[in-house]
């Protein structure tokens, strides 16, 4: 058991390091944006960048550290995402659809308040950093999870 966690562990590291951030669209808001408008611009700027069609290609997280691949769940997963409207889709069944809007928050990880993806009915918010091909959400909570996709 120690061994198959001290893979997964190193796993995770390379993954990690070899992620090139320097193309993500990260917006983290602070003093420097003083106007409404300039606070539009970017919220606008971000939301089309998330149009797309997103395959998830892994979940980790939780108190135990869990890793979630589809190799390891046995199905796939995709996000559809429109203005305003977010599709989750299992093995290609669409299984939710939810509004959601975009929302200046403080951090409940960091000390910089960001954009997040706030859901209609409940759902935590996620914050997000995107690019044109990838998508990470990051569930805002202690103990949760955080998802890597790629633009389809």
């Not at 606070?39 to 979940?59: A, E, F, M, P």
């Not at 939780?62 to 409207?85: C, F, Q, R, W």
């Not at 939710?96 to 935590?124: C, P, Q, R, W």
Request: net charge negative; charged share 25%.
């Amino acid at each position: 058991m120690k061994k198959c966690f001290l893979i997964i562990v190193i796993g995770l590291a390379i993954i990690s390091c070899s992620h090139d951030h320097t193309k993500n669209e990260e917006v983290i808001l602070d003093d420097e944006i003083s106007t409404e408008e300039e606070i539009t611009i970017n919220i606008d700027s971000v939301r089309q960048k998330l149009i797309g069609t997103w395959i998830w290609l892994y979940s980790s997280g939780g108190i135990a550290g869990v890793i979630n691949t589809p190799e390891s769940t046995g199905y796939t997963a995709k996000l559809e995402i429109s203005d305003g409207i977010v599709k989750g889709f299992k093995n290609d069944s669409l299984i939710y659809t939810k509004n959601y809007s975009i929302e200046i928050h403080d951090s409940a990880t960091s000390s910089a308040a960001h954009l997040d993806m706030v859901y209609e009915g409940g759902a935590f918010p996620q914050y997000f950093i995107v690019n044109e091909d990838e998508l990470e959400l990051v569930d805002e909570c202690s103990d949760c999870f955080q998802s890597l996709y790629k633009r389809e």
